[in-house]
């Protein structure tokens, strides 16, 4: 094999591992594109339904959703629990729409956190599916899981029409 040869097909072969590490890192960027165009269709889902029903949760569709990604929760679950204990928030106290025990918060924000944290890692909650989680947050209305899943799915089934965030 001559001199020129070896030369052309290392040539070659670097231009095509540089060429399929570009690939590589261009296919990760796609990906967090897609992660990030999901989040803020669901943020604005979550908002629009809360802003057409006049419910005071409206404007924190990105905080339920981006908690619901470091849970690992669905990111209509916390809603629908807001909505069947509080209507989304019109009957809270101490901004607790959860219906969360006697629990004060100073925020929205600060309840969204910590009843997400508390369902993902307290050890009543740690490991189990939702439906079981919820057999532990509400014992007492045989109903109660059927209204989470059914609002649930409301939720996931709104069709957002136009953003909900005024640019």
Do not use: W
């Amino acid at each position: 094999m001559s001199v020129v040869k070896i030369k052309v097909l290392f040539f070659l072969f670097v231009f095509l591992v540089f060429f399929s590490l570009n690939l590589y890192s261009m296919n990760i960027s796609v990906c967090n594109f897609k992660k990030i165009i999901d989040i803020s269709q669901k943020a604005n889902n979550l908002d629009n339904y809360f802003r057409k029903r006049h419910m005071p949760l409206a404007g924190h569709g990105m905080k339920f959703v981006l908690v619901a990604e470091k849970y690992n929760l669905s990111y209509s679950f916390l809603p629908s629990i807001s909505i069947i204990e509080s209507t989304g928030g019109k009957k809270s106290f101490y901004c607790n729409p959860f219906g969360f025990g006697r629990k004060r918060f100073t925020s929205y924000d600060e309840a969204i956190e910590y009843v997400a944290q508390t369902l993902s890692e307290h050890k009543y909650y740690k490991g189990k599916s939702l439906y079981q989680k919820l057999s532990v947050y509400n014992c007492c209305d045989k109903h109660y899981k059927q209204k989470i899943f059914e609002t649930m799915q409301k939720i996931e089934n709104e069709k957002t029409k136009e953003p909900a965030h005024e640019v």
